[in-house]
């Protein structure tokens, strides 16, 4: 059977939602069901949601919670064991979910399938892409793997849109990150899958995440990526707890990589205490030796930041200006 359950949280995205929907309703499968969460919008979004007739959709309602609380709702409802993910401003090309079943079942032992995806108004291939090296087929975590590559490994499939994955994955490491979290609640649950599971990885981009219509994202970029701290940062006992033995090693350079990238974005921000405690959570950060002596420094000597910020912006621009001239 491949019908598939499609989770679409929904908070005050009514200029978008619309858009959303033509894309799934356009897929070359159809067999599917849809479960519109609305997350407690103040917008119309649930009148246009109502407006479409199809017998495949449905809403449920909640008192907002956050995009983590909204997709476990939406999976406590679903009657399918294929679950698929889309943000209600984001959409699918239309062979997005065919390819993704298609995937799945070459592979029956791969967690999930993940595409490539387009990002932004101009509809750019997301730039991460080229540094993967990605290659259709299962894809394994590999123990030795350099954090950053880590992180981009887990940047492909963290966009809830690129992902189709089996009901059973999710029931294992209890679906989305909750409490109300509104950046990172699906990094939270990826980061354990990839660590216990083989992934179905695919170049083809089938998904486009409009970052343009984003609160969250701009040009592919976080717009805030200290309040809050990823949860993985904040809580990451049960992620070490499922952690194979073989990965431990890796998880905790990884997170301490992060930490020490989310540490330097504190003390620019000005917030030193949670920099500092950062430092103290995660000490392998002190292994990326230059980076964390520059933190030191900007810790020390917060009254710096600004001047220092200010001298590599005119550096960047003169480059730049020398770079157009020559």
């Known amino acids: 059977?491949?019908?598939?359950?499609?989770i679409i949280p929904l908070y005050n995205k009514a200029r978008y939602i619309g858009r959303a929907l033509e894309s799934v309703f356009s897929q070359s499968l159809q067999d599917f069901e849809i479960i519109v969460v609305d997350d407690g919008s103040s917008d119309n979004g649930v009148e246009i949601v109502g407006s479409y007739k199809d017998d495949r959709l449905r809403i449920i309602r909640q008192a907002n919670s956050g995009p983590g609380t909204a997709r476990n709702?939406?999976?406590?409802?679903?009657?399918?064991?294929?679950?698929?993910?889309?943000d209600a401003d984001d959409q699918w090309l239309d062979s997005f979910l065919q390819t993704s079943i298609d995937n799945l079942k070459s592979c029956p032992d791969c967690a999930l399938s993940v595409t490539a995806h387009y990002v932004g108004e101009d509809k750019r291939l997301w730039p991460g892409l080229a540094r993967l090296n990605v290659v259709k087929g299962p894809w394994r975590l590999q123990p030795?793997?350099?954090?950053?590559?880590?992180?981009a490994a887990l940047a492909f499939i963290h966009s809830a849109g690129a992902v189709l994955c089996r009901r059973d994955i999710l029931t294992r490491?209890?679906?989305?990150?909750?409490n109300a979290c509104v950046y990172g609640e699906d990094l939270y649950l990826w980061l354990q899958v990839m660590l216990n599971c083989r992934i179905f990885r695919d170049p083809a981009p089938l998904f486009w995440q409009h970052t343009e219509s984003s609160d969250l994202v701009k040009s592919g970029q976080a717009l805030n990526r200290t309040q809050p701290l990823m949860p993985f940062l904040t809580v990451p006992e049960p992620i070490r707890a499922s952690c194979p033995q073989k990965y431990r090693i890796l998880l905790e350079?990884?997170?301490?990589y992060e930490a020490l990238y989310s540490a330097h974005e504190c003390s620019t921000e000005g917030d030193l205490s949670t920099a500092r405690r950062l430092?103290?959570?995660?000490p392998l950060m002190k292994r990326r030796r230059w980076q964390y002596i520059k933190l030191r420094y900007k810790l020390a000597l917060p009254i710096t930041v600004p001047f220092l910020q200010k001298s590599r912006?005119?550096?960047?621009?003169?480059?730049?200006?020398?770079?157009?001239?020559?």
């Open 1 to 6: 059977m491949s019908a598939v359950s499609i």
């Open 173 to 178: 490491f209890g679906g989305f990150y909750e």
């Open 73 to 86: 709702r939406g999976i406590k409802h679903s009657r399918h064991d294929y679950i698929a993910f889309l």
């Open 144 to 151: 030795d793997t350099d954090p950053p590559l880590m992180g």
């Open 313 to 326: 912006r005119s550096l960047h621009l003169g480059r730049m200006n020398s770079a157009l001239n020559n």
């Open 279 to 282: 430092m103290k959570s995660y």
């Open 253 to 256: 350079h990884y997170l301490a």
